[in-house]
């Protein structure tokens, strides 16, 4: 029986990019299906994004540096190159996207490109015209898609999501769940390869 995950997480963290690509690695070893739970960390940040250095200006250029070279090393052990946004994005479009992608069953590979965009391309994920370019190049309907979101289509699932991140006591991203068994923040590779290993052996049941 494969594990069926779920993960919490949203497109503005680093940190959910790393853990996405890390769990997408180990898809082929265990057979599980990724079941995305748009989860918007940042909903006060304007709808038209907002510059690095705005946020948190308390923090000085060193200390930036320092935590997005820590990113940059984490993203490195699972073949990722990430540079930090220049522009800080409102996700809820993006997260809402991700809904359309879905049910056209394209979600994980939107999810990659929309991660790609922000964090190696530095686009601005929270506008609807990009989200459109960046749907037409996996395959998806750009105008449907801009239509979706214009009519406020996949707001409900968002507020769905955030419920049931609640109801579960997620206040941080990225969370995955193995059943009821909640893992927060992004893992290496092998470690989460490790937990992966002793969930499928306690779903199998004890060996004879």
């Not at 996207?97 to 929309?114: L, P, Q, S």
């Not at 699932?157 to 068994?181: I, K, M």
């Amino acid at each position: 029986m494969a594990p069926s995950l779920i993960m919490f997480a949203d497109f503005i963290c680093p940190f959910c990019y790393i853990g996405f690509e890390t769990v997408r690695r180990l898809q082929p070893e265990f057979g599980f299906d990724i079941e995305w739970k748009g989860f918007q960390i940042h909903p006060e940040w304007p709808a038209e994004g907002m510059s690095a250095q705005a946020y948190r200006p308390a923090i000085d250029a060193e200390t930036r540096r320092a935590v997005w070279q820590r990113i940059a090393a984490l993203g490195e052990a699972v073949g990722l190159e990430l540079k930090p946004p220049e522009l800080l994005a409102n996700s809820r479009s993006a997260l809402e996207a991700a809904e359309f992608a879905r049910e056209f069953g394209k979600a994980e590979v939107f999810e990659d490109r929309i991660f790609r965009a922000y964090f190696r391309e530095n686009l601005n994920i929270g506008s609807s015209g990009v989200l459109a370019e960046l749907a037409a190049e996996t395959g998806l309907d750009g105008k449907e898609l801009i239509l979706a979101l214009e009519s406020g289509r996949y707001r409900n699932r968002l507020q769905e999501n955030a419920v049931a991140a609640q109801q579960r006591g997620v206040d941080g991203v990225p969370t995955f769940f193995l059943g009821d068994y909640p893992l927060v923040g992004a893992q290496s590779e092998q470690v989460m390869r490790q937990i992966l290993q002793r969930y499928v052996q306690r779903l199998a049941g004890p060996s004879k």
